[in-house]
C-alpha cells in the first residue's frame, strides 16, 4: 500500500535557523514527489516536483532534495513569512492520483 | 493563481440535505480531483476525473459522487449530508503528466 509519512509534525525555529523537513514514502513506482506550502485558509501552493534520485530543485531559501525511501525540504536561514505547513505528496506510474502525507508545521520566530 | 474557482466557499447545511460543491478551470487539464482536508488526515481523495464522463473512486468515496460533463467543470454531491462530511473540500486540476494545482477550498459544515 502506497504511503507517505511526513516529520516532525510541528518545528519551531528561529529566524535564521537552518533546519529539513522530512518525507519518507513508499510506492510502487515513483512517478513524481511534489511539495506544497500551505497557509491557513488556502489551498496547498505548489512548490516542487522531483521525478528521480539525487535531483534537487532549489527556490529563494527551500532546498528539495529526493533519494529512493525518501525527501528532504532544506530550509535555510528561515523568515517568518516561511511559516506554513509543508505537504508533500507522491505520485504512481499508473494511474494519476496524488498521495499526501499529513504535513509538517513550521513556526519560525522572530 | 491556476485557474480554479471552488464554489461556495462556505456552507452550511443540515444533515440529511443533498449538497453540491463546483470546481470550474480555466486552464483546460485533463485531470481534476476532489479532496477532503481534516486535522490527523491531511488531504484524502474522494474522487477524481481523466476526461468528460470519466470519473474514479479515491480512498474516501462512500457518500460521495461526481459528474463532469464538460471539461471545465467537476461537482462533487454530498446524496445526504451527515456530520462526518463537515471537513474543507479542496479541488485540484492537473495536466496529463506533472505537479496538481489546488483551488482556494470550500468550508463545509453539516449541522
Known amino acids: 500500500e502506497d504511503q507517505v509519512t511526513q516529520s516532525p509534525e510541528a518545528l519551531r525555529l528561529q529566524e535564521g535557523e537552518s533546519s529539513s523537513l522530512n518525507c519518507s514514502y513508499t510506492?510502487?513506482?515513483?512517478?513524481?514527489l511534489f511539495w506544497y506550502r500551505q497557509d491557513p485558509g488556502k489551498g496547498p501552493e505548489f512548490l516542487f516536483t522531483?521525478?528521480?534520485a539525487g535531483e534537487e530543485k532549489e527556490k529563494e531559501r527551500l532546498k528539495a532534495t529526493l533519494t529512493k525511501k525518501e525527501s528532504f525540504l532544506h530550509i535555510t536561514a528561515p523568515k517568518p513569512e516561511d511559516s506554513a505547513t509543508y505537504l508533500c505528496?507522491?505520485?504512481?506510474?499508473?494511474?494519476?492520483?496524488?498521495?499526501f502525507g499529513t504535513g509538517t508545521s513550521l513556526t519560525v520566530i522572530p | 493563481d491556476a485557474g480554479i474557482t471552488q464554489s461556495p466557499r462556505h456552507k452550511v447545511t443540515e444533515t440529511g440535505t443533498p449538497v453540491t460543491l463546483r470546481c470550474h478551470q480555466t486552464?483546460?487539464?485533463?485531470?481534476m480531483y476532489w479532496y477532503r482536508q481534516d486535522p490527523g488526515h491531511g488531504l484524502r481523495l474522494i474522487h477524481y476525473s481523466y476526461g468528460v464522463k470519466d470519473t474514479d473512486k479515491g480512498e474516501v468515496s462512500d457518500g460521495y459522487s461526481v459528474s463532469r460533463s464538460k471539461t471545465e467543470d467537476f461537482l462533487l454531491t454530498l446524496e445526504s449530508a451527515t456530520s462526518s462530511q463537515t471537513s474543507v473540500y479542496f479541488c485540484?486540476?492537473?495536466?496529463?503528466?506533472?505537479?496538481?494545482?489546488f483551488g482556494q477550498g470550500t468550508r463545509l459544515t453539516v449541522v
Open positions: 486552464e483546460n487539464h485533463r485531470y
Open positions: 522531483l521525478y528521480s
Open positions: 510506492v510502487s513506482g515513483l512517478r513524481g
Open positions: 485540484a486540476i492537473s495536466p496529463s503528466k506533472g505537479e496538481a494545482f
Open positions: 505528496a507522491v505520485q504512481r506510474n499508473t494511474g494519476n492520483q496524488f498521495y
